[in-house]
């Protein structure tokens, strides 16, 4: 064996520790995006998630103008750091509208009176059925849908105050 | 007062990240017909779960693993093949959900690399086995 082949086992591992490292260092995004961005809201119908706010189906998504539309849950901590964000973009004009993950009426109820409702119309999905159909990976994810009823963006977890000027770029080019 | 403190934080619930509906029909109950079973079963395991990347929906407690068993399981009983309801999926979330991953460029020196090792471990052993001889 030639003294040069001797010393590719050595080397094999600083790569291997070395990707290592780097990935230490660097961890990947795993984030699972829905590959539907781009693709027209799967058509969908949902009961009203509690009394006296209309339920949502992928036609209402299709208005003529965008639409931004929640995930959201009751039982889901990040959703009640995200309202007063939602809140502030309905008043800057976004039209929201939302789906409640597992959730019961009376918990939805308590959750708008709590921390503010800024949704249009919510609908129920109990199974998560409209969320995979999505391809939603959890709760809360907001997407915005242009007037055609295609799916133009995905907000993956929380809305922050750091995310505005994006939601609102994206709202912007869907118009 | 401190031993009373630390009483209740014992009763005290955890933070809840699960809602508190109970699990989807057919998420943890197996079909009657034991075909379809199966094939629902080989599909689930096949499947990765969103919530906890690295388990399969077969594997996983989440709650959101339970919806997609219940998915998977009405579905093969409605009639749909396993390999549609594979294809859903993977439309909405890429060639990451399934455990199968597809041959293609992209994926080619995965299924290239087992070879390509074998073949160098015989290299290697060739070699020694020579020397010794």
């Known amino acids: 064996m030639s003294r040069a082949v001797r010393f590719v086992p050595l080397l094999v591992l600083l790569l291997f520790v070395g990707f290592v490292t780097w990935r230490l260092l660097v961890p990947n995004d795993e984030k699972i995006r829905s590959r539907l961005t781009g693709q027209p809201v799967p058509a969908f119908t949902l009961a009203p998630a509690t009394g006296g706010i209309a339920g949502l189906s992928s036609k209402d998504l299709a208005s003529g103008r965008p639409r931004l539309l929640n995930v959201f849950a009751s039982w889901c901590v990040p959703c009640i750091a995200e309202a007063p964000l939602l809140d502030e973009l309905k008043r800057s004009g976004v039209h929201i509208d939302a789906i409640a993950v597992r959730d019961r009426p009376e918990d939805v109820a308590a959750f708008l009176a709590n921390h503010g409702n800024p949704f249009e119309r919510i609908g129920s999905d109990p199974e998560s059925r409209v969320q995979l159909s999505l391809g939603s990976s959890g709760v809360p994810e907001s997407f915005i849908v242009d007037g055609k009823g295609i799916i133009r963006y995905q907000h993956m977890g929380p809305i922050e105050p750091g995310d505005l000027p994006a939601i609102r770029r994206e709202w912007e080019a869907a118009k | ?133």
């Not at chain 2, 579905?75 to 199968?100: Q, T």
Request: charged residues 25%; aromatic residues 8%.
């Open chain 2, 1 to 133: 007062m401190k031993r009373w403190l630390l009483i209740l934080a014992l009763l005290a619930a955890p933070a809840l990240a699960d809602s508190d509906l109970p699990a989807a029909r057919y998420a943890n109950e197996q079909l009657p017909d034991p075909r379809q079973e199966a094939a629902a079963k080989a599909l689930m395991e096949e499947l990765r779960c969103l919530v906890c990347q690295g388990q399969s929906i077969a594997d996983s407690d989440a709650e959101l693993a339970g919806d997609m068993r219940a998915m998977v399981r009405q579905r093969i009983a409605a009639g749909e093949k396993p390999e549609v309801v594979r294809a859903w999926l993977v439309s909405r979330y890429g060639d990451w959900v399934s455990y199968r991953p597809p041959v293609e460029p992209m994926t080619w020196p995965l299924w290239a690399a087992p070879l390509l090792l074998l073949g160098i471990g015989a290299f290697l052993l060739r070699h020694r086995f020579r020397r010794r001889g």
